[in-house]
């Protein structure tokens, strides 16, 4: 059973930084594509950004690109999702998910954390 969790959630200011987490457990992350998500209310879910197992090719959305970074720490088995110049549109919660196939589609991806909170006040 592969599990997921989310930390590092929480308000920050506008043109601030904050790094999430996500300890897995069931699965390497280093084995594994990764993904982050996020979902605002009354909005469809988001790619964010995902990683892929061995050489770490990464992806990006577009409204994000330039300003996150996902990496991972196998030594940890955890993913982190460095958030920087953050706007009031990134409020949203923000989780991470694990799959076999490298997309942007949540559908690609099997397993997924409760998600954390991400709140940017302007």
């Known amino acids: 059973q592969v599990q997921l969790v989310e930390s590092g959630g929480g308000l920050v200011q506008a043109g601030g930084s904050l790094r999430l987490s996500c300890a897995a457990s069931?699965?390497?992350?280093?084995?594994?594509?990764m993904g982050w998500f996020r979902q605002a209310p009354g909005e469809e879910r988001e790619f964010v950004a995902a990683?892929?197992?061995?050489?770490?090719?990464?992806l990006y959305g577009d409204s994000v690109r330039g300003r996150f970074t996902i990496s991972r720490d196998n030594a940890k088995n955890t993913v982190f999702l460095q958030m920087n110049s953050l706007k009031p549109e990134d409020t949203a919660v923000y989780s991470c998910?694990?799959?076999?196939?490298?997309?942007?589609?949540?559908?690609?991806?099997?397993?997924w954390g409760q998600g954390t909170q991400v709140t940017v006040s302007s």
């Open positions: 990683i892929i197992p061995i050489f770490g090719n990464t």
């Open positions: 069931g699965r390497t992350v280093g084995s594994t594509t």
């Open positions: 998910a694990a799959g076999a196939i490298l997309g942007t589609k949540p559908g690609l991806y099997n397993y």
